[in-house]
């Protein structure tokens, strides 16, 4: 970013410009704001086509398949389930707040009890789930490559990640047209194998129940099978942060549209899970499937599994066909992964060095780490690496969960999602603390502290502890670390039919207009400031909440945001 602030002139003389990536909103998307009704002009449909094209990912098929070769069938049945529900509930609260204020994941988490800075440490947890998945995906698409057109996988990995950043550069522009358009092929060329085998070869799907893989315990359930098959699932939790990514963008709930409205959101929401863990069933017979052909150690590679599968229809193209359905799904998900990385790190970055030189710049960050992690060899540890990482990543969603069910019903935290800087406090122990202390017991547990039990449920772990720990701290604190000035611009936030007011102010900053939301009353600038400078501003020192005129803690009894009559 190229910032042009005078020094030595009065606070009210200050200006900012931006570089054309940070000021072509085509290419931000909004990145570190509130999505605007003049942006947001997709149908809902189209936003959930969209976001729901983002889960081609085929990890699935080979977190399913290492699954059931790991636990035998009936527990890795079991673990899918089990995991598939937990992220399903904890997904709607999460989707509709989301779509409710325009908001995206690391925003939401501001306001559901981490606090302004806080949350800066959920947006390394939520860009390392993308650049872990990217690097997945891009090593699945790099197999298909040696497999299909004999490309080295050191130079397959550099070709799935160069591919991507055209894509992605454009944002939701470029992606909504993309995934609308290649859905339904990626749809029939998915099921098509399992349409095949049943016709072909019905009694596959009987013996599978008996697949034991290399289980100790064969096919038959064990609870320690299902405990590890779960933690393994349960590393995809912080998919619902791409879903919001998108979910930012629905229109606003009205009357006229809240059927297709809900639909949208609970489908490309929570919904996601569904169709996640149906893959991950997939995988899972797929990979006894072609077991016998190819061995345990290579039956969770996704191309094997399609080559093989498409074998039973279109043997003379099946390794064609499968190397087109594999980059395809690659495509799909990867533009998804280092989109949504590209906006976490620009939230974490504008935080901790006041400059903001656009979300372009964020996905060869991305995009670089992950390729370094294919380098690595990172689908070779894929159960090591997922069943560690679920452990943060459901401290982190529980807590923003347990805050949006448990808290704002109960009054202990505000009814509605502050986000700006302007009025919140760095730190709420409410949130920021239940994640940490939930992730070091249930970190400690993966580490078997507490034995081989604790071991295989330590994600139950962090997920209970976190819904716990969170309206505990907020009973004690009084919530008083949610809000720490109120917004008293003159202009409200809602308009007469309390939705989100449209009309423009200008910020005193960098001389650009924005919507109500996204903009909060600046002693220091004499002035209106829109969230983006707000968050860049480093000589301010946060003198509207700690200066002449400040509020100090709020009491969540007070009204705090205003409607117009």
């Known amino acids: 970013m190229t910032e ?15 570089n054309d990536w940070a000021q072509n909103d085509t290419l931000e998307d909004y990145s570190l704001r509130y999505a605007p009704k003049s942006f947001r002009r997709w149908t809902p449909y189209v936003v959930a086509t969209t976001a729901l094209g983002g889960i081609a990912y085929l990890a699935d098929f080979a977190i399913g398949g290492s699954i059931a070769i790991s636990n035998g069938f009936s527990s890795a049945m079991v673990a899918i389930l089990a995991a598939a529900v ?12 989301s779509a409710k204020y325009s908001i995206d994941m690391d925003l939401l988490t501001r306001g559901a009890g981490f606090g302004y800075l806080g949350s800066t440490l959920t947006s390394v947890i939520y860009a390392s789930f993308t650049f872990i998945f990217f690097a997945l995906e891009g090593s699945i698409m790099a197999q298909a490559l040696d497999l299909g057109l004999h490309i080295p996988l050191a130079v397959g ?91 930012r963008f629905m229109p606003d709930k009205t ?47 996704p191309i094997q599994q399609y080559v093989h599968g498409f074998k039973t229809f279109a043997a003379p193209v099946a390794l064609g066909l499968a190397t087109f359905f594999v980059i395809l799904s690659q495509v799909k998900i990867n533009s998804t992964n280092a989109y949504s990385g590209s906006l976490s790190w620009s939230n974490f970055f504008s935080r901790l060095t006041h400059r903001h030189p656009g979300r ?30 679920s ?100 202009e409200p936030l809602l308009g007469p039919d309390g939705l989100p007011s449209a009309v423009e102010l200008t910020c005193t900053v960098c001389k ?9 009353n600046c002693p220091f600038h004499e002035g209106a400031i829109c969230s983006l400078c707000c968050s860049l501003d480093k000589d301010c ?25």
């Open 4 to 18: 042009i602030v005078d020094k030595e002139a009065p606070a009210t003389a200050a200006g900012r410009t931006y």
């Open 86 to 97: 937990t992220i399903f509930l904890t997904g709607i609260p999460i989707s509709y707040y």
């Open 157 to 247: 990995y550099l070709i799935c990640s160069l591919i991507i950043l055209p894509l992605v550069i454009y944002g939701m522009t470029a992606l909504s047209k993309m995934q609308v358009w290649t859905q339904p092929v990626w749809l029939v060329l998915m099921v098509a194998p399992f349409v095949s085998i049943a016709i072909q070869e019905p009694g596959k799907f009987s013996q599978f129940t008996h697949f034991a893989g290399n289980s100790p315990t064969g096919s038959s359930i064990s609870m320690l099978g299902v405990g590890a098959g779960a933690g393994v699932a349960l590393s995809l939790i912080a998919q619902i942060g791409e879903q919001v990514d998108y979910l």
């Open 255 to 301: 009357p006229e549209n809240a059927k297709k409205w809900w639909g949208a959101v609970l489908s490309a929401g929570p919904g996601w899970v569904i169709l996640g863990a149906a893959k991950q069933m997939g995988g899972a017979f797929l990979a006894f499937y072609i077991a016998s052909s190819v061995g345990l150690a290579k039956a969770n590679e």
């Open 360 to 389: 372009v710049v964020y996905i060869f960050l991305n995009v670089g780490i992950a390729l370094a992690l294919m380098e690595g060899g990172v689908f070779g540890f894929l159960n090591t690496v997922l069943g560690f990482y």
């Open 391 to 490: 452990n943060v990543a459901i401290a982190w969603i529980g807590a923003v969960v347990a805050d949006l069910v448990i808290n704002k019903p109960l009054k202990l935290s505000p009814s509605y999602i502050e986000f700006k800087r302007a009025h919140l406090y760095n730190f709420n122990p409410v949130g920021f603390g239940s994640m940490l202390i939930a992730s070091a017991v249930s970190i400690a547990a993966y580490f078997e502290a507490f034995g081989d039990y604790g071991k295989a449920y330590s994600p139950f772990i962090a997920l209970f502890l976190a819904m716990v720990l969170s309206p505990l701290f907020a009973y004690l604190t009084k919530g008083k670390y949610y809000i720490a000035r109120l917004d008293d611009l003159e």
């Open 512 to 520: 650009t207009d924005f919507e109500r939301p996204d903009v909060a």
């Open 541 to 565: 020192h946060d003198s509207c909440k700690t200066g002449p005129g400040a509020t100090g803690p709020v009491d969540l009894a007070m009204p705090a945001v205003r409607t117009a009559d």
